[in-house]
């Protein structure tokens, strides 16, 4: 949500179709949007091509926008649609190693956790995602991923319940 000061001086730019605005506000949450992008593609150049697909729609569609406060809310859907298209598009045996990337020792647990995120459907692994790696409310989730607030927990927690026994290595993973 917008909150800020800053924010709506940014926004009532982007509103102004300036291109560098739109940029400017991507590259102060980079990192957070970043997180939801890899999440779901595993390889940086699909992130960045999500990154790029998403500055130029948020720019040409910038009039869709109802209601200011939720700006971010409407580009967090945004990405999360270009995620899920390039996620289609694309071959399993395209997917980029994650492990040639990073550091694993400092990083063992939650690439762990990542893994076992894998395993859920998309369907819980995104609300999961955007909950606990985004810190993003229900009701946000809700309108992100335009689904009634009811259905959000319901998947959240079957989600997290279908997390806990696949991290507790339990056969039956069905929920």
Same mark, same amino acid.
């Given at each position: 949500?917008? !909150?800020?000061? &800053?924010? @709506?001086?940014?926004?009532?730019?982007?509103?102004?179709?300036?291109?560098?605005? #739109?940029? $400017?506000? /991507?590259? !102060?949450?980079? &990192?957070? @949007?970043?997180?939801?992008?890899?999440?779901?593609?595993?390889?940086?150049?699909? #992130?960045? $091509?999500? /990154?790029?697909?998403?500055?130029?729609?948020?720019?040409?569609?910038?009039?869709?926008?109802?209601?200011?406060?939720?700006?971010?809310?409407?580009?967090?859907?945004?990405?999360?649609?270009?995620?899920?298209?390039?996620?289609?598009?694309?071959?399993?045996?395209?997917?980029?190693?994650?492990?040639?990337?990073?550091?694993?020792?400092?990083?063992?647990?939650?690439?762990?956790?990542?893994?076992?995120?894998?395993?859920?459907?998309?369907?819980?692994?995104?609300?999961?995602?955007?909950?606990?790696?985004?810190?993003?409310?229900?009701?946000?989730?809700?309108?992100?991923?335009?689904?009634?607030?009811?259905?959000?927990?319901?998947?959240?927690?079957?989600?997290?319940?279908?997390?806990?026994?696949?991290?507790?290595?339990?056969?039956?993973?069905?929920?």
């Amino acid at each position: 949500m917008i !909150t800020s000061i &800053s924010d @709506y001086k940014i926004l009532k730019k982007i509103k102004k179709q300036d291109m560098s605005a #739109v940029m $400017d506000w /991507f590259n !102060t949450r980079q &990192s957070k @949007y970043y997180k939801i992008g890899w999440a779901y593609l595993k390889s940086h150049q699909d #992130v960045e $091509d999500v /990154f790029h697909n998403t500055i130029i729609k948020v720019h040409d569609k910038i009039g869709q926008l109802k209601e200011d406060s939720y700006f971010e809310s409407w580009v967090t859907s945004i990405f999360i649609n270009e995620c899920r298209s390039i996620y289609r598009k694309r071959k399993p045996k395209e997917m980029e190693n994650p492990e040639g990337s990073l550091d694993i020792s400092q990083f063992q647990n939650k690439l762990e956790i990542l893994e076992d995120l894998d395993q859920l459907d998309q369907i819980y692994k995104e609300i999961i995602i955007l909950k606990y790696l985004q810190g993003y409310s229900q009701k946000e989730i809700a309108i992100i991923l335009k689904l009634p607030v009811g259905t959000v927990k319901s998947r959240l927690y079957r989600g997290l319940l279908t997390l806990r026994k696949i991290i507790e290595g339990g056969e039956d993973i069905e929920v």
